[in-house]
């Protein structure tokens, strides 16, 4: 989401807090255990502006399966009441369903930003080892590093931390301890305490940066082996249940249908089989295989 979307969306935040201000205060205690997580998923939103969005997307759901539930069973059945008790009860799914997602979106976040930091942690590691090696006052490091577009999710990191030095006037150790704070991974977490640790101690931060991203990156070589073994695995699953399952499932439905069962309908089930079942099981493996990929 580009700056002025985002600057849209949060005013759009604001008026929804301020047209629920007394639903938002009174309940917004369910979302306490997400607070932390908005911060770290860098969305910029209060609690209160957060779940306020969240009920009013609850409101709107619930109002829009009702109507529309209710005209569309009438339409088909002609019985009014049958007609409300069915809206009633979509209405109640999807208006809990709204809210249900903007709880567990921020946690989603969270776990998807962390993954980006771990995966490339272990270059940002190296690269700080370079710059800091070459003399280059720590603050600037992340200065360097905020322009290090290829880092990602660390690069994001680092402009943050270089705006809480270069415009709010944090020193660097204060700088750190927030962004800290903040970062989803807890192996960055311990990148930056030890950082931090090094300064004010007057230790080597060359040395230890080294240290670190030999570790990193023995930790992600060992990730990518564990990988290549998850994958083979997986290639034989799919082989095994899909291509040598979807095989055996045509061949036996064509059997039954010579057996004395009705052809047409082992064509429609043959034909969902292929065209369904045989697609849909393939993302799904695909998708699989991109969650747990390193």
């Known amino acids: 989401m580009n700056k002025k979307a985002q600057a849209t969306f949060g005013d759009f935040a604001l008026k929804t ?47 829009g399966s009702l109507v529309g539930v209710t005209v569309f069973v009438t339409l088909l059945t002609s019985d009014i009441l049958i007609s409300i008790i069915f809206a009633c009860l979509i209405a109640v799914f999807v208006g809990t369903g709204a809210i249900s997602l903007f709880y567990f979106y921020p946690t989603q976040v969270v776990a998807g930003r962390k993954k980006k930091i771990d995966n490339s942690l272990h270059f940002a590691t190296i690269y700080m080892s370079t710059l800091a090696g070459t003399g280059v006052p720590p603050y ?6 905020s322009r290090f577009k290829d880092l990602g999710e660390i690069a994001i990191v680092a402009s943050r931390i270089w705006r809480d030095i270069d415009t709010f006037g944090l020193d660097l150790v204060e700088a750190i301890t927030r962004a800290a704070s903040r970062s989803p991974s807890e192996k960055l977490r311990e990148l ?11 230790g080597d931060l060359k040395k230890y940066l080294i240290e670190k991203s030999k570790g990193y990156t023995t930790a992600y070589r060992r990730s990518l082996q564990e990988y290549v073994k998850t994958l083979s695995i997986f290639m034989e699953m799919y082989i095994t249940v899909v291509i040598v399952g979807s095989i055996f499932a045509v061949i036996l439905t064509t059997i039954m249908s010579l057996v004395g069962g009705s052809m047409g309908d082992i064509k429609i089930i043959q034909m969902v089989l292929v065209t369904v079942g045989l697609p849909f ?3 799904a493996f695909v998708v699989l295989l991109k969650t747990i990929a390193p």
């Open 17 to 63: 807090y301020a047209m629920l201000k007394p639903v938002t205060d009174k309940y917004k205690n369910y979302f306490k255990d997400i607070e932390l997580d908005l911060k770290r998923a860098e969305m910029p939103y209060t609690l209160e502006e957060y779940f306020s969005l969240a009920v009013f997307a609850g409101i709107v759901g619930f109002v």
């Open 192 to 202: 930056f305490f030890g950082i931090k640790a090094t300064i004010t101690s007057g």
């Open 281 to 283: 099981a393939s993302a």
């Open 140 to 145: 600037l490091i992340f200065s360097i590093m």
